[in-house]
């Protein structure tokens, strides 16, 4: 069946066609929720409401939508070259941006592989790992360990070292020699906390159990979100990060951060090493390095972890690994663009100066009904909602289509509602997003 281009309202008829991932498609294509055009802080549905953004599209549009000097070097680059291949040839849009990232990444990290995702990301990651233990001699190094509760794509890595269940329940065995680091959520010790929370540290230590278990020459990395955001917002607890930097650098095991949705700027650092002062030796990202506009992902390796590949013949390719869409030309130059108006607007800046507003208009909600527990990091906030007896997350569900009906896009994370805005976000927008949940609230079953 044929769309018209010009025709922005869709038949019933004409949703069936596309299985839209992670969303319960027979309930949405009987009430659809759509948006056909964004600017700035908001989004327009395709009958003009205009709905303020309270996610940056999906924890990602940094920088605002359509923010002019990115879209012109999109179209501009659309217009010069296509696409470009990566393997054995190059364009110089992806040197200019790995060195751009480069520039703004923590000391000591000053290589980086693109992708198109931050599942690509992940995997690009996890695999490095295994290859760099190799390299050097030391291949018994194949296990990998995750948390509980993190998330890191839906590529088979990625849902091997995750930690939500509905993620992993459906898809077999995934990968063999995985283990889990426990998460660090606690509403008994941490409910309300405003940043980190105090409690929590000693988490970090269970990966010395699972050392003690599997034995450290075993074992090849460590994978975690240094906050994890798609299970609702767990803010690292004080002094976590540190000490599993100790442990594996103790242990001889890589330390990956999958900043997918901390980088550029979310926590008001570039990377959450300005953030936590942790460095790891890998740093997965996605998202926030093109604002979202074209897809891109990438892995920035310590300077440690990249020359070790570079010891074999020059005539030897160091990895076999890469995507056909690897530094695709347009994501450059998106990605390009997007990093200059970050530095051009001091956007970093702007998110640590609105974080206290953001955390001090969130827990005015504190007392509010259904709520039990607000916690907030950056420009990053959650409210968790009592869940109803007997029907887990449809409290939280309708309180998530109330918002959207108000005007407001937030995001539903099982009982949790998550707020992202974009790092241009006003004190005006942060009022509304909170008085609009707030109505909601007092509305909702
Ligand atoms: N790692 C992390 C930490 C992520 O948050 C990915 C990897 C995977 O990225 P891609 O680009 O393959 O989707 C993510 C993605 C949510 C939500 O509602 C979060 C993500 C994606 C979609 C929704 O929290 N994170």
Not at 45 to 59: C, K, N, Q, S, V
Not at 112 to 129: H, M, P, Q, R, Y
Not at 130 to 138: E, I, N, S, Y
Request: net charge negative; with cysteine.
């Amino acid at each position: 069946m044929t769309i018209p281009s010009d025709q922005l309202h869709l038949d019933p008829d004409q949703l069936d066609a596309y299985w839209m991932p992670f969303t319960a498609n027979r309930q949405f294509k009987a009430a659809p929720r759509m948006v056909a055009k964004a600017e700035g802080m908001h989004y327009w549905t395709p009958e003009g409401r205009r709905i303020l953004d309270g996610f940056a599209g999906l924890w990602c549009c940094n920088a605002g939508h359509n923010r002019k000097p990115i879209v012109e070097a999109i179209q501009k680059q659309a217009a010069t070259m296509d696409y470009a291949p990566t393997f054995q040839v190059a364009q110089p849009l992806a040197f200019e941006l790995a060195n751009r990232i480069v520039d703004i990444a923590p000391e000591g990290m000053e290589h980086v592989f693109f992708c198109n995702s931050g599942s690509e990301a992940v995997d690009t990651a996890l695999k490095i790992a295994l290859a760099w233990h190799r390299v050097r001699g030391d291949g018994g190094r194949t296990r990998l360990i995750g948390r509980e509760r993190g998330y890191h794509g839906v590529g088979f890595g990625g849902i091997s070292v995750g930690g939500i269940v509905a993620n992993r329940k459906m898809f077999g065995a995934m990968l063999a020699g995985v283990d889990h680091l426990p998460h660090t959520h606690s509403l008994e010790h941490n409910a309300y906390t405003r940043g980190e929370p105090q409690w929590g540290a000693h988490l970090a230590d269970e990966l010395e159990r699972l050392v003690a278990l599997h034995d450290a020459s075993t074992i090849a990395a460590v994978i975690v979100e240094p906050m994890a955001g798609s299970t609702g917002v767990l803010m690292p607890p004080v002094g976590y990060l540190k000490r599993l930097r100790e442990i594996t650098k103790k242990h001889g095991i890589l330390l990956i951060f999958d900043e997918v949705i901390t980088a550029f700027g979310r926590l008001g650092g570039a990377f959450s090493a300005d953030v936590y002062g942790v460095v790891p030796d890998m740093i997965t990202f996605a998202k926030g390095v093109t604002s979202g506009t074209v897809p891109m992902g990438g892995v920035l390796v310590s300077n440690a972890v990249h020359d070790a590949f570079m010891t074999g013949p020059p005539g030897a390719i160091e990895i076999f690994h890469g995507y056909t869409y690897s530094a695709h030309v347009l994501a450059c130059a998106a990605g390009v663009a997007t990093l200059q108006l970050y530095r051009d607007e001091d956007l970093f800046a702007r998110a640590r100066k609105m974080a206290p507003v953001l955390e001090k208009a969130l827990h005015s909600l504190k007392g509010t009904r259904h709520v039990i527990d607000i916690r907030n990091g950056g420009l990053v906030g959650a409210v968790e909602l009592e869940p109803r007896a007997g029907a887990p997350g449809t409290r939280t569900y309708d309180t998530y289509v109330g918002c959207w009906e108000k005007g407001l896009l937030v995001r539903q994370a099982g009982e949790i509602i998550c707020f992202a805005p974009a790092l241009i976000v006003e004190e005006s927008h942060i009022a509304e997003m909170v008085d609009t949940l707030r109505a909601v609230l007092a509305r909702v079953d």
